[in-house]
T-cell receptor
Framework: DGGITQSPKYLFRKEGQNVTLSCEQN?????MYWYRQDPGQGLRLIYY???????QKGDIAEGYSVSREKKESFPLTVTSAQKNPTAFYLC????????????FGPGTRLTVL | KQEVTQIPAALSVPEGENLVLNCSFT??????LQWFRQDPGKGLTSLLL?????REQTSGRLNASLDKSSGRSTLYIAASQPGDSATYLC?????????????FGTGTLLAVQP
């Protein structure tokens, strides 16, 4: 089965902890993205990566970090510096520069206790 | 700065009715526009992608139109069914930049009553 997987589906974090959200794709897509979704707001871009070993900040990168060591994996770490991390996090991928449609994973809901 | 608006925020219709969802954007220099469906607690499913050079795209009972000059797109759903109940999001991609970033509206929550 080809697609984008995110784990875990639900994640609980205590204040002051760092947590890492997993995103894996077996679609051989070059570009990957992390978005955050809050109630009543549209999705907002956190980080993106066009190729392996390269990534760029999006609109709301503060308090987050990423890595792109493998083409199929783009994990997101939510650090203790993120002041309001409770949200629904969505990972997406895109085949390449010549193809613009983005495909999304099932999401991870993060709750800070 | 590009802003995307979707009206109405929520819509309830009886089964079988044809309906139109609206999406407007402030900067007409878009590369494409994409419509998504999101079920509660789930990820986004891509429905239709319209390139800036196109006026409409169709998939089954769905038809999306694009009028760049007026900054508007509509998603037409024919013969609605209870299974169409979901949140519908539109997103635009602007020209320029390396991100291919999508700028999203806040969505329309659709309920189709049996």
């Amino acid at each position: 089965d080809g697609g984008i997987t995110q784990s875990p589906k639900y994640l609980f974090r205590k204040e002051g902890q760092n947590v890492t959200l997993s995103c894996e794709q077996n679609l051989n897509h070059d570009a990957m993205y992390w978005y955050r979704q809050d109630p009543g707001q549209g999705l907002r871009l956190i980080y993106y990566s066009q190729i392996v070993n390269d990534f760029q900040k999006g609109d709301i990168a503060e308090g987050y970090s990423v890595s792109r060591e493998k083409k199929e994996s783009f994990p997101l770490t939510v650090t203790s510096a993120q002041k309001n991390p409770t949200a629904f996090y969505l990972c997406a991928s895109r085949p390449g520069l010549a193809y613009n449609e983005q495909f999304f994973g099932p999401g991870t809901r993060l709750t800070v206790l | 700065k590009q802003e995307v608006t979707q009206i109405p925020a929520a819509l309830s219709v009886p089964e079988g009715e044809n309906l139109v969802l609206n999406c407007s954007f402030t900067d007409s220099a878009i590369y494409n526009l994409q419509w998504f469906r999101q079920d509660p607690g789930k990820g986004l499913t891509s429905l239709l992608l319209i390139q800036s050079s196109q006026r409409e795209q169709t998939s089954g009972r769905l038809n999306a139109s694009l009028d760049k000059s007026s900054g508007r797109s509509t998603l037409y759903i024919a013969a609605s069914q209870p299974g169409d109940s979901a949140t519908y999001l539109c997103a635009v991609q602007n020209y320029g930049g390396a991100t291919n970033k999508l700028i999203f509206g806040t969505g329309t929550l659709l309920a189709v009553q049996p």
